[in-house]
């Protein structure tokens, strides 16, 4: 039985062709990482969550609809990769207790509403993966807190307001993709338009004299505000 390897630490399963998941998982209490992603599984056993010693939990391209509260009892993970599901809904308020995080991939799935203010907690973050999903509402201000993030993928959304100042708190080093959204300007000067991207600015009222776009780059104002 899988129960009896107590000592495994590493699995990877990702990419087979497994449907379930033995409900023994809970006894490989040594394990740290775990990938079971680009499967046909669509329902994760609770035994999972019983896994409190993971760092790294990979559910990607499942198709599950839903997140376990559960989740929340994994406080030691430091990874976690949900991105190509059918997750819907708010992102999972049991996510704001990992605040070990270092990587987050919720992107492609079908998550809406606003992203929560709680966001800011994981101040852990080196990447946050948000794309290509539903969200709407501004961008919350808690995300200039994230002064760790050297990654931040936020394109595809429907978000929509000013992107806050408290992204010039951010790394200097940092990559963002802003693109494909309804943010409108003025952007923080401290953001490239190369990370703002397309626009679609056709609802925002702003004043164009203090819309400055990037010095030698004028045909950036265009592809920003159409």
């Known amino acids: 039985s899988i129960s009896n390897l107590t000592e495994l630490y590493y699995l990877d399963l990702d990419a087979n062709e497994i449907q379930d998941l033995p409900s023994t998982f ?17 329902t994760i056993p609770d035994a999972i969550w019983e896994l409190t010693n993971l760092k790294a939990l990979g559910l990607h391209g499942l198709g599950i609809t839903s997140l376990s509260a559960e989740i929340q009892n994994l406080i030691n993970l430091e990874a976690l990769y949900l991105h190509g599901n059918n997750l819907s ?11 070990n995080l270092q990587d987050l991939y919720l992107e492609d799935n079908q998550l809406s509403g606003n992203i929560p203010s709680w966001i800011g907690n994981l ?78 600015a056709s609802n925002c009222e702003y004043d164009e004299n203090e819309f400055n776009c990037e010095p030698g780059n004028p045909e950036d104002c265009e592809t920003v505000c159409i």
Request: glycine share 10%; proline share 8%.
């Open 26 to 42: 809970g006894g490989l209490i040594s394990l740290e990482n775990l990938f079971i992603g680009h499967n046909p599984i669509t």
């Open 89 to 99: 809904g708010p992102i999972p308020e049991s996510i704001s207790f990992l605040t």
């Open 123 to 200: 101040t852990n973050l080196w990447r946050l993966a948000l794309g290509i999903n539903h969200l709407s509402g501004s961008i919350p201000d808690e995300i200039g807190n994230l002064m760790n993030l050297n990654e931040l993928y936020l394109f595809g959304n429907e978000l929509t307001g000013l992107i806050p100042e408290s992204f010039c708190n951010l790394s200097d080093d940092i990559y963002i993709d802003l693109s494909d959204n309804q943010l409108c300007p003025p952007y923080p000067e401290c953001i490239s338009y190369y990370y703002i991207g397309y626009q679609d």
